[in-house]
């Protein structure tokens, strides 16, 4: 008895922490998987396998230790820690050159892809490059244009709108305030902040549905409502730190902690994770579930920033063209 288990310390000793997706070495997760049968594979029974790996599948995962507010607040810094160095050149998905594009393309961006809205827009600005003349536009030549973005009535009748009420409150320029620009038509405060934030460098957290899924993960907050969820999270960091945690964020989200199937095997925050499990923890299957750069394909931006090339990120193809992703 005592060989078989100086026998099986050394095989747990040989094994060596896994590598993740981004190069760094990941401290060996939460454990959520039962330990494995002593008989063979080929000995056990078709019918006790089936089984046996069904239970294995329905063991609910280790519970998570309650922590205390100050615990939270050192895990959720080092969390954002671990992305900043696995995504260093997280920004904006969505191409723009000044604050008007910007506001434009982060209300086109409702219910579609970045990768759609980047794909569309330089027609869009080509044609009625600022607010004055895309509020005076036709509604069908703008409507044609937005087409591909999907809802594109709808959409066209925002940001028309919205031009409109930029030329006539605001003089034609795009206010820098949180409480100017939430009174313009179809500007929430998600919209706001992602102006404010990435045109204006002014801080603010960028609540979309990856964000709001992971933190939820992450067990940062209970809270389901946006605004709820932005205050809550919000006073986990300095308020400094909140657009660049936005981007890590969802860059995450985006890449490798996906709604339906995260990529748990290759995550780099997986010890500090209480959904760990949730998704494949197969290092090479998990691998097969990376996107954008991490999987080897084209991001979503057709301008991308110099830092996201010199990284390895490839440019999103143009409309029209085979996405890749």
């Not at 000044?98 to 827009?121: E, G």
Request: glycine share 8%; net charge positive.
């Amino acid at each position: 008895m005592a060989k078989k288990a100086v026998e099986t310390k050394a095989v747990e000793t040989k094994t060596a922490p896994a590598k993740t997706a981004a190069g760094l070495t990941a401290s060996k997760p939460p454990a959520s998987k039962p330990p494995a049968s002593k008989v063979p594979a080929s000995k056990v029974p078709a019918s006790k396998a089936a089984a046996s790996k069904k239970a294995a599948a329905e063991k609910p995962q280790a519970a998570w230790k309650p922590e205390s507010h100050t615990a939270l607040v050192r895990r959720a810094r080092r969390i954002d820690r671990e992305l900043a160095e696995v995504y260093p050149y997280a920004h904006p998905e969505l191409d723009f050159e000044n604050p008007f594009q910007l506001l434009i393309a982060t209300v086109l961006s409702a219910q579609t892809t970045d990768l759609r809205v980047n794909q569309t827009t330089p027609t869009l600005f080509a044609k009625y490059p600022t607010p004055e003349e895309l509020a005076e536009a036709n509604p069908e030549e703008v409507e044609e244009i937005l087409r591909p973005c999907g809802f594109f009535r709808a959409k066209t009748k925002s940001v028309i709108g919205l031009s409109k009420g930029l030329v006539e409150s605001f003089g034609g320029e795009v206010p820098g305030r949180l409480e100017d620009l939430v009174k313009l038509p179809g500007v929430g405060r998600k919209t706001a902040f992602v102006v404010l934030g990435n045109a204006f460098g002014r801080p603010g957290l960028t609540v979309d549905t990856h964000f709001q899924r992971l933190v939820r993960r992450w067990r940062w907050t209970a809270e389901t409502d946006p605004d709820k969820i932005e205050a809550a999270v919000g006073a986990l960091f300095p308020k400094s730190d909140w657009t660049d945690l936005s981007h890590h964020v969802i860059w995450h989200g985006r890449r490798m902690c996906h709604a339906r199937k995260p990529a748990c095997g290759v995550c780099p925050i997986a010890p500090l994770c209480p959904a760990y499990g949730e998704g494949e923890t197969d290092p090479e299957k998990a691998r097969k579930l990376l996107k954008y750069e991490k999987g080897g394909f084209p991001g979503q931006r057709l301008n991308p920033p110099r830092a996201y090339l010199d990284a390895g990120g490839r440019p999103a193809p143009p409309l029209g063209a085979a996405s890749g992703t």
